[in-house]
């Protein structure tokens, strides 16, 4: 069965820190790739996705990803977090001939200090 | 727009009472899911249905019902509730599953079963 990997369940960093998150899928076949980001308190939105195209994708609020279709997957990146970062993270991914349906990670707590 | 809308936001049950979380949207989407978030499970899709008259299981269905008679109205179901149904519910709406197309999400439903 297809499957989302995040490895980071919690993470902390301090302010102007850079920013790594690891998403990785188990499915050799074609994807569509997002991050959802929940802030407390608040429902999950889009923070970016990757369909087709430029596999380097920048997303709101300084956010970036690349697809790496070799390795499965597809890491977030801010060079440099903000304490307003702190969030939940979701990466999503829809695989195609996998039925209409849409697969999350487990999620990334991310916690920024002053 | 008011995008997708969920109510009650918070609802305590009683071990084996019944209940309707409603939600609708008002963009025209065809694709509607409902999702269940529990602390380190991230999100697993309960039901999601690809149009009006239209509905199929996702990964967690047994004890939730969903009907779609409208494309706007999305209701789920608890027929008895217990208290592994604890959790917080998500609704969410898209143009289409696949494609790329972005998932809406609803403000959830905080549900507790004593």
């Known amino acids: 069965a297809q499957s989302v990997s995040q490895h980071n369940h919690h993470v902390i960093l301090s302010e102007a820190a850079s920013l790594e998150l690891g998403c990785n899928y188990s499915?050799?076949?074609?994807?569509?790739l997002f991050w959802y980001v929940q802030y407390p308190g608040q429902h999950l939105q889009l923070l970016l996705k990757?369909?087709?195209?430029?596999?380097l994708v920048k997303g709101i609020k300084g956010f970036e990803a690349e697809f790496i279709k070799s390795k499965f997957s597809f890491n977030l990146r801010k060079p440099s977090v903000q304490w307003s970062d702190t969030a939940e993270y979701f990466c999503?991914?829809?695989?195609?001939?996998?039925?209409?349906?849409?697969?999350f990670g487990t999620g990334t707590q991310l916690k920024v200090e002053l | 727009n008011a995008g997708v809308t969920q109510t009650p936001k918070f609802q305590v049950l009683k071990t084996g009472q019944s209940m309707t979380l409603q939600c609708a949207q008002d963009?025209?989407?065809?694709?509607m899911s409902w999702y269940r978030q529990d602390p380190g499970m991230g999100l697993r899709l309960i039901h999601y249905?690809?149009?009006?008259?239209?509905?199929d299981q996702g990964e967690v269905p047994n004890g939730y019902n969903v009907s779609r008679s409208t494309t706007e109205d999305f209701p789920l179901r608890l027929l008895s509730a217990a208290p592994s149904q604890t959790s917080v519910y998500f609704c969410?709406?898209?143009?289409?599953?696949?494609?790329?197309?972005?998932?809406?999400f609803g403000p959830g439903t905080r549900l507790t079963v004593t």
């Open positions: 990757y369909f087709s195209g430029d596999p």
């Open positions: 999503a991914v829809y695989f195609t001939g996998g039925g209409n349906k849409l697969t």
């Open positions: 963009m025209n989407h065809e694709y």
């Open positions: 499915y050799g076949g074609t994807v569509n």
């Open positions: 969410a709406s898209s143009y289409s599953i696949g494609s790329g197309y972005e998932q809406y």
């Open positions: 249905s690809v149009g009006a008259g239209i509905t």
